[in-house]
T-cell receptor
């Protein structure tokens, strides 16, 4: 099956620093990647949709200058949390889909293992 | 826009008992429906999905779900719970993007 990796799996940083999280599709080309945020004991909240070679589409309430998304290739998307603060501490999960294979909704999203960010 | 409601944030069953996790959806178009399982500090693993065709969908680990359009439901079942089934379960509906339910934590008692 399709494999999606995330790096790092966990990160601790100081308040005010920036953190970059990578999401890679290892054995398929991901025309679209999604970034989710999950608070403890809560569901996944979609932050943004990232299409290769174009700007990400952010969900309402998500600060695009705070959460920078780059999808420069068909196998890599990055999420950079800029000037991180303790309230940004969360579990960040990416997923990838190959929309070139057909209907976007039909295609299964393959999820990465997640990155736990702790901001001190 | 599509949405999902999972009834019951926490379900507890005894080992060997029936597992029933409830999911109702709202979608403006014929839905694509998914169930995912999440173990602590891990990503999501697909259990099963409904796209078109047979309304009873069988997935991994003995789980199955039935799409009932008249009830807008997609409940997840397993005839006999195992200790290893203890996890968080998410129902999701997809149009152009995927929306998740709040999740149901399944506890299995010995």
């Amino acid at each position: 099956g399709a494999v999606v990796s995330q790096h790092p799996s966990w990160v601790i940083c100081k308040s005010g620093t920036s953190v970059k999280i990578e999401c890679r599709s290892l054995d398929f080309q991901a025309t679209t990647m999604f970034w989710y945020r999950q608070f403890p004991k809560q569901s996944l909240m979609l932050m943004a949709t990232s299409n290769e070679g174009s700007k990400a589409t952010y969900e309402q309430g998500v600060e695009k200058d705070k959460f920078l998304i780059n999808h420069a290739s068909l196998t890599l998307s990055t999420l950079t949390v800029t000037s991180a603060h303790p309230e940004d501490s969360s579990f960040y999960i990416c997923s990838a889909v190959n929309r070139g294979a057909g209907d976007a909704a039909y295609n299964e999203q393959f999820f990465g293992p997640g990155t736990r960010l702790t901001v001190l | 826009a599509q949405s999902v409601t999972q009834l019951g944030s926490h379900v507890s069953v005894s080992e060997g008992a029936l597992v029933l996790l409830r999911c109702n959806y709202s979608s403006s178009v014929p839905p694509y429906l998914f169930w995912y399982v999440q173990y602590p500090n891990q990503g999501l693993q697909l259990l099963l999905k409904y796209t078109t065709g047979a309304t009873l969908v069988k997935g991994i680990n003995g789980f199955e779900a039935e799409f009932k359009k008249s009830e807008t439901s997609f409940h997840l079942t397993k005839p006999s719970a195992h200790m290893s089934d203890a996890a968080e379960y998410f129902c999701a509906v997809s149009e152009n993007d995927m929306r998740f339910g709040a999740g149901t934590r399944l506890t299995v008692k010995p």
